[in-house]
Every structure is written in C-alpha cells, then in structure tokens.
C-alpha cells in the first residue's frame, strides 16, 4: 500500500484528477472568484497527501514531469499574444515603465514589511522573489540566500490570492482596459493569474502572460542590486 501511495503514477493522478475536478468546479459555479482550478488542486492534492504520510519530497519528486511541462506552457502563452500583437501600438512605453516599478515595489515592500515586522534576514530574502514567477523566484531565492522551498510555496500563494481577488480589486479600481487588467494580474499573480485573465478575456490573458514574463525578467535583473541596499 505504502508503495503504490508513494509511486509516481499514483502521484500525477492525484494531481491531474483534482485539477480537473478544480475545473468542473468552476464551470459549475460559473467562474466563481473561488473556484480556481489551482486553488481546489492545491487543497484536495494537499489534504491527500497529508492523510496518507506522504512526504513532501516524495511528491515533488513523483510530479516532475509536471513541472518540466511548466516550462512548455508558459512558453505557449505567446500564442494568445501573438493574436494580440497589434493592441501593443501605444501600450509599449507605458508597460516598460511599469513592470520595472512594479517589481521595485514589490521588492522593496515586502523587505521592508518583513523587517519591520521583527522577520530576520534570511526570510526577507526568501520573500524577496515572489514578484517572479515560480521556478525564477526559486533559482533567484537560491542566489540571494532565502530558501527556495518556502520561496515557492509563498509565490504559489500570491498567485493564488491575486487570481482570486485581483479581478475584483481591479473592478473596484475602475480599471475596465483590458491589457492593463492583463498586466496586473501576469505582473502579481504569475501563472495562476495568466490562466485567470485568459478565461476573462483573450486580450487579458495575452497582457497577463507578457507581463509574467517581462516581471520575471526585471526582478532578476534588480533583486541582487536592491537587497544590498535593503539588507
């Protein structure tokens, strides 16, 4: 029994059958904020594994494959962005001064929350990242000192709770242009968000997937010259 728990088929059928439950999920309440497939997977996957002892490097380990096909699905996210090319005109100057300050921010804020909050420096480090989308946020928590497992499971959550409540948020703001909800939700909530925008809305999913990336670009390049200046 232990062994067929532990198996890495058992493992990606787990996570399979509850993303795709998460999706039912969703089609079932009509996209609530909620039911994000991601969100459900998280919660049945992880409530599995702790009710049958399964250790967590056990898991990661059996899922590989899933996490090599990350990369891939990621990358696909140019197609939808592709189609939207031509939305770009005028947009170019505002989004490469806003991904940089973003990622400013978002540095600079947790850091100093963390601090000032009595958190030592190995967990400023570790919080640091998660403006980048997970794997980046990992090797960069690696490079700076945090440590990469808590780096991952906070980005995870941000991207979580920003799919959640990033469109709400972005309503109440009144803002209704549809590459600038894109960019916000790529630029905070990484994947999950990018997934979300591209249910919303085509255009949002192919600003929600450009600014995953370009976010994961500006951090890497101004996390090692921030934290010096921070820490």
């Known amino acids: 029994m232990r062994e067929l728990v532990e198996s890495p088929v058992f493992l990606l059928a787990l996570t399979l059958v509850t993303y795709q439950l998460g999706r039912r999920v969703r089609d079932l309440t009509g996209a609530h904020a909620l039911a994000q497939p991601v969100l459900v997977a998280v919660v049945l996957t992880g409530g599995t594994i702790v009710a049958l002892d399964v250790d967590a490097a056990t898991y990661a380990e059996g899922v590989q494959v899933i996490s090599f096909w990350l990369g891939a699905a990621t990358v696909a996210l140019a197609v939808p962005l592709h189609r939207q090319v031509s939305r770009l005109r005028g947009f170019v100057v505002p989004m490469l001064v806003a991904i940089p300050v973003g990622a400013v921010v978002s540095v600079v804020s947790v850091v100093v929350l963390a601090r000032w909050t009595g ?22 928590s690696e490079t700076v000192g945090g440590v990469p497992s808590l780096t991952a499971a906070l980005t995870i959550a941000v991207g979580i709770l920003g799919a959640v409540a990033g469109p709400a948020v972005l309503t109440l703001a009144r803002v209704t242009d549809r590459r600038a ?46 934290l010096p200046l921070l820490l």
């Not at 570790?126 to 794997?135: E, I, R």
């Not at 905070?188 to 995953?212: C, P």
């Open 181 to 226: 909800r894109g960019l916000a939700l790529g630029a905070v909530s990484h994947g999950i968000g990018a997934s979300r925008a591209l249910a919303e809305d085509e255009t949002e999913g192919a600003f929600a997937g450009l600014a995953m990336g370009l976010s994961a670009l500006a951090t890497s390049l101004l996390l090692p010259l921030l």
């Open 119 to 140: 958190a030592d420096e190995v967990l400023a480090r570790t919080l640091s990242p998660k403006a980048a989308t997970t794997p980046v946020s990992i090797a960069l």
